[in-house]
């Protein structure tokens, strides 16, 4: 979903770098792997049954199990993350086609509801890359995305990512966006089995610095000057979470 237009400032996925940087082409997972993501449970028989067996080679030779890609739908406390659809482009327009919440993405502001169509191409387009992850967050009553949250910069090497979120205004404050963001926590370190997740959030952004302290998220350094916004010099706050802290504070 992020712009090409670096002039746009900045919290996650950074502006072009997924158009720049493509891994190998990771396959979607099929209906079962969603299943078994959506419920929490074991894993169910999948389309091959030997995928277990490719994850863990994989992960021996410290690469990235392919069929840890992909947008299943994950039930969380209050909120569900699921791949975006065409048909969300209304929804979406509502969310990104406001400054308030673009300002501190490297996202460009949409116009229009053909905008939102593109954007949502793009993300498919990006998800079957492997590159970056964005999953639409959903109301369980509505089914209607209000904002997104999103893996990007994924390194699967060194199993880490990049965390995004971003919520339409009017549904700040509710403590939505920390239930989204602690959900795809949850699959990024458990079913992902990813090390570390990073965010690179605009220091005058305290909404993003406080939802993620209390997420865990520590405070890793200053990037001074970082982004061009608006014609104005901006610093960042790179904060970081380990799985294992993740996992202790959980116990
Ligand atoms: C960042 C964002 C997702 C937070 O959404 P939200 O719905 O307000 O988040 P929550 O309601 O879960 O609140 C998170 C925490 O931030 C606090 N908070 C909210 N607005 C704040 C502000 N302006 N300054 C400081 N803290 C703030 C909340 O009180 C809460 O902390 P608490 O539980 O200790 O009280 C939302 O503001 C947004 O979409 N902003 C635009 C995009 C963006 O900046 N994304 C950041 C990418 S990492």
Redesign the pocket.
């Known amino acids: 979903m992020r712009s090409t237009d670096a002039s746009i400032p900045k919290?996650?996925p950074r502006a072009g770098e997924p158009f720049r940087r493509t891994l190998d082409a990771g396959g979607a997972p099929g209906p079962s792997y969603q299943r078994m993501t959506a419920h929490g449970a074991g894993r169910r028989r999948s389309a091959w049954p030997f995928e277990h067996l490719l994850c863990s080679v994989r992960l021996q030779q410290g690469g990235y199990p392919l069929a840890m890609l992909g947008l299943p739908t994950i039930v969380g406390e209050g909120v569900v993350l699921r791949a975006l659809r065409p048909t969300d482009a209304r929804a979406l327009l509502a969310?990104f086609g406001d400054h308030?919440?673009?300002?501190?993405?490297a996202i460009r502001t949409l116009e229009d509801e053909s905008g939102a169509v593109s954007l949502i191409h793009e993300i498919q387009s990006l998800a079957r890359a492997g590159t970056l992850l964005q999953w639409g967050v959903v109301l369980p009553a509505t089914d209607e995305p209000i904002?997104t949250v999103t893996l990007a910069s994924i390194d699967r090497n060194n199993r880490r990512a990049e965390?995004?979120?971003?919520?339409?205004?009017a549904?700040?404050?509710?403590?939505?966006?920390?239930?989204?963001?602690r959900t795809l926590l949850g699959h990024a370190f458990r079913t992902m089995l990813l090390h570390r997740l990073e965010?690179?959030?605009?220091a005058t952004?305290?909404?993003?610095?406080?939802?993620?302290e209390?997420l865990g998220f520590e405070r890793e350094g200053v990037l001074r000057e970082r982004w061009l916004v608006e014609g104005e010099w901006r610093d960042s706050v790179w904060l970081g979470l380990l799985a294992g802290q993740w996992s202790a504070r959980r116990r």
């Open positions: 919290c996650a969310v308030r919440v673009t300002r501190m993405m904002g965390l995004g979120v971003g919520l339409a205004h549904y700040w404050g509710q403590g939505l966006a920390t239930k989204a963001a965010a690179d959030v605009d952004n305290g909404a993003a610095l406080r939802l993620l209390n």
